[in-house]
């Protein structure tokens, strides 16, 4: 689903604000434990660019946002860094990656879309190739402010990637409040 809230400009200013102060080293330490350095990497929703940021700093990293507002502001802050226009479901690009990492994106995804964007994921992926993930816990979906947020738990995650990834950890952690997120991290499986 096309969120209308990161297509306005009122709105990409103020989630630049309000994301101003999120580290998201923890989470990044994670990724670094299981994929080796200078890997090439596809981040999905880069938004304001702060995850992109740090994953540079070990890794080859293409940033990407369906969003043509968030790419703009990429390519402005970070000249020589590379971005694409990208949407999550449908992953349209031919350019192969060791690792897939996106931060607080795919909730936005329906069921049925994010089963999608994990068999284009596993195409783009070379063999043995990690992906990391993250997601709000809990059940449910619900709008705000024309933004769909599509809850997970560890039993609907694994039911959606274990096909074609094997599980590797899934972890609870904190965001704003105790357990109120997840992180997947899963290996490409080698034949389906
Ligand atoms: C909650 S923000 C997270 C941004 C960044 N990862 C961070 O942690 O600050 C969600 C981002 O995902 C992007 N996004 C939402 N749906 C998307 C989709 N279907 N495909 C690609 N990007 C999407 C939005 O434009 C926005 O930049």
Redesign the pocket.
Known sequence: M??KY?HTKESVEE?IEL?RD?D?RGLIEKFKQILPHNSKVLE?????G??WKILSTTYRVIG????SL?VDHLRTNNPGGKFIE????TLDTNIKFEGIY????LH??KDSELVDSIIRQYNLLRPGGIVCHSFWKGEGTEDFKGMYVNYQTEKTLKKMFEDYFEILSIEQYKEFEESDSLVIIGRKRNAL
């Open positions: 096309k969120d990161y989630y994301a999120v998201s999905i929703g880069s938004g304001p702060s995850d990407s946002d369906n969003s968030f990208l949407d999550a479901i996106s931060n607080k994106v936005h995804l």
